[in-house]
């Protein structure tokens, strides 16, 4: 009933910039908090950035004052404008409806795609 398409990804020096881009569908879903995630090779999936329908956002210690979510929520769409990237960055990103309403129900999705690949390198 959801589907995640992410896009933006690609190879950057240091110091660079990207910016990230995931649309969905649903049909029967309301979405109200949209996020962004990470893996890295060898590491668990963390969360990066999310961001509510009223707009509150929460970011990742780690990324705070270099990362940006944003989203439009007619078109439910969301973006990660990635600032001042670091090699650390380096990993697979994923988009993910955290909360969502179905009929009147609560739910998150977790249905994770392929992701798109952000690699920080000179």
């Known amino acids: 009933q959801v589907q995640l398409v992410e896009s933006g990804g690609g190879l950057v020096q240091p110091g660079g910039s990207l910016r990230l881009s995931c649309a969905a569908s649903t049909s029967i879903f309301t979405i109200n908090t949209m996020a962004w995630y990470r893996q890295a090779p060898g590491k668990q999936r963390e969360l990066v950035a999310s961001?509510?329908?009223?707009?509150?956002?929460i970011y990742a210690e780690s990324v705070k004052g270099r990362f940006t979510i944003s989203r439009d929520n007619a078109e439910n769409t969301v973006s990660l404008q990635m600032n001042s990237l670091k090699p650390e960055d380096t990993a697979v990103y994923y988009c993910n409806a955290d909360k969502v309403l179905v009929r009147s129900t609560w739910s998150r999705v977790d249905s994770w795609g392929q992701g798109t690949q952000v690699t920080v390198s000179s």
């Open positions: 961001i509510t329908t009223s707009g509150r956002t």
